[in-house]
């Protein structure tokens, strides 16, 4: 008989250990960047979505709100009501495929009670209807360069509801992104008080000043608020909890207001309002309609950036279109585009790039502190 065939088992060596673990272990830092990568390109993608929503629902929602002033309206509870009743058109987005949030460690597995949320909701609902209404009421006595002179403001009192609130670090780009854009906004009082302005009575005037300056820290307040409700209360960040932040609360606003409209018995004119509107009953009522769709495009933007950045981030959104409004203006109403105008809109740039640059800066930092 032959001798049989020598086996022969090769032991992989301490080196080649090393190797492969060091292989293994690149493989998996080449697949957490890959993933971390996604997720920063996912998070830049919908800031930008709900910037665009933000930005052209308010523009939008402000020209046709100064239409319906311009030509008839007069109605301040029904101003106020199309900024909130226009929620059941965001319903269908529920049956989306949901959005899964990157931060899944911020997923409770306890959600707070029906009480808890009912109450949640109903508080930043009376909040958004006394601001809608104080921004209406501004909005009627106040010549529109003060009006949003005043309502930059907001900026100042977001930043301090967060500090207090939300835990905002304020650093140089955003102290810089802040300033631009205030003084941005204060340039427009300066190109309309020069082109004119009808003169308001002084105790409609000083009543003006107040609802708006009230109004100003109460969206302020509204948004710190908010974001606090999705840290502490929600503790996640779906696009369906922004949904239903929006819904639940317009919904609440919407009951307070309707309930203002009836009381006051200002619903008794609105038929005398829409046949005296000077572009038709048809116009009327589509002016209306789109008011309100412009107003939910902008608290989808709004209500995103604020958990997906900050409270103080979606006001400071917010502002930059204040500038951009007069240059729709321009286009829809023949509104001249001055100098004063350009330097407004390009200190609102400059201050928005400021702060997504600031971000930009957090999130290379944060990376760099994984590595």
């Not at 207090?164 to 309309?192: D, E, H, R």
């Not at 919407?254 to 619903?267: H, P, R």
């Not at 900050?310 to 509104?335: E, K, Q, R, W, Y």
């Not at 740039?349 to 640059?357: A, D, R």
């Amino acid at each position: 008989m032959g001798e049989a065939p020598e086996i022969q088992l090769q032991v992989p060596s301490e080196d080649e250990k090393l190797n492969e673990d060091s292989v293994e272990q690149q493989t998996n830092g080449n697949q957490s960047t890959t993933i971390t990568q996604q997720r920063t390109y996912k998070w830049w993608l919908l800031m930008t979505i709900y910037t665009f929503f933000l930005l052209s629902g308010q523009s939008v929602a402000t020209l046709l709100g100064r239409l319906y002033y311009d030509k008839g309206g007069n109605s301040k509870w029904l101003a106020t009501i199309v900024q909130v009743v226009g929620f059941p058109i965001l319903i269908p987005l529920y049956y989306l495929p949901s959005y899964k949030s990157s931060h899944t460690s911020n997923i409770t597995t306890n959600p707070p009670s029906l009480l808890v949320l009912s109450g949640m909701y109903f508080g930043l609902g009376l909040l958004l209807a006394a601001g809608c209404l104080l921004y209406s009421v501004g909005l009627l006595y106040l010549p529109v360069s003060t009006y949003s002179l005043i309502c930059a403001s907001q900026l100042a009192f977001n930043a301090l509801f967060s500090f207090f609130f939300n835990s905002q670090k304020f650093t140089p780009f955003i102290i810089n992104s802040l300033v631009l854009l205030t003084i941005s906004s204060t340039l427009l009082v300066f190109q309309n008080d020069s082109s004119g302005s009808t003169p308001v009575p002084r105790a409609k005037y000083v009543i003006g000043f107040v609802c708006t300056v009230a109004a100003s820290a109460g969206y302020g307040l509204m948004l710190s608020l908010t974001q606090l409700c999705f840290e502490k209360i929600l503790k996640k960040q779906t696009f369906k909890a922004v949904l239903d932040m929006i819904i639940y609360q317009s919904s609440a606003a919407t009951l307070m207001i309707s309930v203002g409209l009836f009381a006051s018995g200002e619903w008794k004119s609105l038929g005398e309002e829409m046949e005296g509107f000077k572009l038709g009953k048809s116009a009327y009522v589509n002016v209306l309609v789109w008011i309100a769709v412009g107003w939910q495009v902008f608290s989808i933007g709004a209500v995103g950036l604020i958990f997906e950045a900050s409270s103080l981030f979606s006001n400071v959104i917010s502002t930059l279109g204040l500038p951009i409004v007069p240059v729709f203006a321009m286009v829809f109403f023949h509104d001249p585009m001055t100098g004063v105008k350009v330097i407004s809109m390009l200190l609102a740039i400059w201050g928005f790039v400021s702060y997504v640059y600031q971000h930009y800066l957090d999130d290379r930092n944060s990376d760099t502190g994984k590595l």
